[in-house]
């Protein structure tokens, strides 16, 4: 089984509509991150937490909100999709300490916004 | 703050060819850098890390890169190409003071022709 488990791994919508991606971790990590792929963009950091009770906004957290509702859950919320926001998803962890810095990934996302 | 630049979006090689993908970084504190590669329909995987110590990194599937601090380079090398080689590849930097958070470069497709 995945460490890093992402659900759905594609999903088409319509604008308007809410959507929620989920995240899980058997890694035992403190740290995870959502991110957005975009071709020609690379990932751009969404949303990211250091516990459960430590989240923090990223550099394009506009139109996104999250929820971290254990060590090893962590989901992302479109409250109003838009096309805009048709894209790959990724989510990631991280320990802390030494190795704080090696992010480990999902399978993503794949997105739709019609 | 920090950034990241790929140069070159697309790089096609033929198989056995030399593989040489550019990665510059910007960073106004000692940085640590990462290659990351994507296969398609996959999540990033890393390929190798330099954080301190020895400027030449070697990682999985015969790759590595060389930190170069006076160029702000972390170009990222193979001697000879496998068709296997084929996927997306994406630079990125961190720094102690970034708290674990990673700046991804734009990423490069490499194509392998046999």
């Known amino acids: 089984d995945a460490d890093v488990t992402q659900t759905p791994r594609n999903r088409i919508t319509k604008t308007g509509k809410r959507i929620m991606l989920e995240c899980s971790q058997t890694?035992?990590?403190?740290?995870m991150y959502w991110y957005r792929q975009d071709p020609g963009l690379g990932l751009r950091l969404i949303y990211y937490?250091?516990?459960?009770?430590?989240?923090n906004k990223g550099e394009i957290s506009d139109g996104y909100s999250v929820s971290r509702q254990a060590q090893a859950k962590f989901s992302l919320s479109l409250e109003s999709a838009i096309p805009n926001q048709t894209a790959l998803y990724f989510c990631?962890?991280?320990?802390?300490?030494?190795?704080?810095?090696?992010?480990?990934f999902g399978a993503g996302t794949r997105l739709s916004v019609l | 703050a920090q950034s990241v630049t790929q140069l070159g979006s697309h790089v096609s090689v033929s198989e056995g060819a030399l593989v040489l993908l550019r990665c510059n970084y910007s960073?106004?504190?000692?940085?640590?850098l990462f290659w990351y590669v994507q296969y398609p329909n996959q999540g990033l995987q890393l390929l190798l890390k330099?954080?301190?110590?020895?400027?030449l990194v070697k990682g999985i599937n015969g790759f590595e890169a060389e930190f170069k601090k006076s160029e702000t380079s972390f170009h990222l090398t193979k001697p000879s190409a496998h068709m296997s080689d084929a996927a997306e590849y994406f630079c990125?930097?961190?720094?102690?003071?970034?708290?674990?958070?990673?700046?991804f470069g734009q990423g490069t497709e490499l194509s392998v022709k046999p």
């Open positions: 990631a962890t991280s320990d802390t300490g030494p190795a704080k810095n090696i992010q480990y």
């Open positions: 890694k035992g990590h403190d740290r």
């Open positions: 937490s250091f516990d459960v009770k430590d989240i």
């Open positions: 960073s106004s504190v000692p940085p640590y």
């Open positions: 330099y954080t301190t110590g020895a400027t």
């Open positions: 990125a930097v961190s720094a102690d003071n970034q708290g674990g958070k990673l700046i």
